[in-house]
């Protein structure tokens, strides 16, 4: 049904009800391809309004944009299909790329169901369905329900095993279960998939210690360390592993190739300095935590890190003034790390400095 005609210059549009819905279409289901969904569409009740939208865009910017039709939730999308004798799979050469950012921001704002709603009607249309199962289970995994939430992802893999996502989930969720066999074998596939995901050697080392796995924890973290010969985290991990193992040896070696290394990497600041700490060579510490606070300045844990140097030192004005930065800023962070003070400073430094 016609609502208003517009008239610009020589040219006259009719825009509809459904116009809207011709928009959403588009963008969300054809990517803007105007002239694909013509075609997929032609002879249908919205087709008067594609080639409207076309006609609107060769003259006017910006016509197939979310601020021409959101929102458009669920149950309103069914209505329009009804209303305009469509279904899901009217849209044969769909790419329904549109729609996966849609469900996360619905899910979100925690409206689980209508985001599963949404997949369903995907499921529907045979859209890409490895994909959207997996979507289907990381949802039900954020909405609580692990049990739905396993079950979709393993469903995904079956169909594609390549779904890296898919076992990076499942290794959490199992992990988190106390199921820590289940965990690693997920771990396993996602390196097997993605060899340069660093991360996960170290939640697939995890694992292994918990199941008591100690020799395939410490295998890990070896390819871990040819992979990544620059990685002092790997390292310290080792060392501490050896240290669980009995290794006394093993575990001095490691130590003693932390101590003569130098960070590459942030964030191997910290598990570094705190070996360091108790070798106390804490101007080393003092100068590798400057030269990446020259970089990045506005890394807190840096800053922790100087705050012990310096109480060590005596520069108790130095420590302060940090500190004073922390109260004022982030003082969340603070209080998250002040194990560190409790660690490597005695009761005597931590008073002189007044922080007792």
Same mark, same amino acid.
């Given at each position: ?17 459904? $116009?809207?819905?011709? @928009? ?6 054809? +990517?803007?391809? &105007? ?5 997929? =569409? %032609? ?91 997996? $979507?289907?289970?990381? @949802? ?6 692990? +049990?739905?939430? &396993? ?5 995904? =893999? %079956? ?106 990497? &942030? ?6 300095? %705190? ?82």
């Amino acid at each position: 049904m016609e609502i208003i005609r517009l008239k610009y210059g020589e040219n006259t549009f009719a825009i509809t009800e459904t $116009l809207p819905f011709s @928009i959403a279409i588009l963008d969300q289901i054809y +990517d803007g391809d &105007i002239y694909l969904a013509i075609d997929d =569409l %032609k002879g249908s009740k919205i087709e008067g309004d594609l080639i409207c939208i076309k006609n609107l865009a060769n003259l006017f910017d910006d016509i197939i944009a979310p601020e021409n039709y959101a929102p458009i939730e669920f149950e309103e999308f069914k209505e329009y299909l009804r209303e305009t004798d469509l279904t899901i799979k009217s849209f044969p050469r769909g790419t329904f790329s549109g729609f996966q950012d849609k469900v996360l921001a619905i899910a979100d704002r925690g409206d689980y169901e209508s985001a599963q709603q949404f997949l369903d009607m995907l499921l529907e249309a045979s859209v890409d369905k490895a994909t959207v199962c997996e $979507l289907k289970g990381t @949802i039900f995994l954020e909405s609580g329900n692990e +049990d739905e939430g &396993i079950n979709w992802l393993q469903r995904a =893999l %079956k169909i594609d095993p390549s779904l890296v996502t898919a076992y990076s989930f499942l290794g959490q969720t199992f992990y988190n279960r106390g199921e820590f066999n289940e965990a690693a074998a997920y771990w396993e596939k996602e390196i097997a998939s993605s060899p340069d995901h660093l991360v996960t050697y170290f939640m697939l080392t995890d694992a292994y210690v918990n199941a008591g796995r100690m020799e395939e924890a410490l295998n890990v973290l070896k390819s871990l360390s040819e992979r990544d010969p620059d990685s002092i985290l790997t390292k310290v991990e080792m060392a501490e592993l050896y240290g669980k193992m009995g290794n006394s040896e093993m575990r001095k070696k490691m130590e003693e190739e932390v101590l003569s290394a130098r960070p590459v990497y &942030i964030n191997d600041m910290e598990p570094w300095a %705190k070996v360091q700490f108790k070798h106390s060579n804490f101007d080393i510490v003092e100068e590798s935590a400057k030269k990446f606070l020259n970089d990045d300045p506005d890394r807190p844990e840096l800053k922790m890190l100087l705050v012990v140097t310096f109480m060590k030192k005596g520069k108790c004005s130095e420590a302060k003034r940090l500190l004073e930065g922390f109260e004022s800023e982030q003082v969340w962070y603070y209080y998250g790390k002040k194990e560190l003070f409790d660690e490597y400073l005695t009761e005597e430094e931590r008073r002189r400095c007044g922080i007792i």
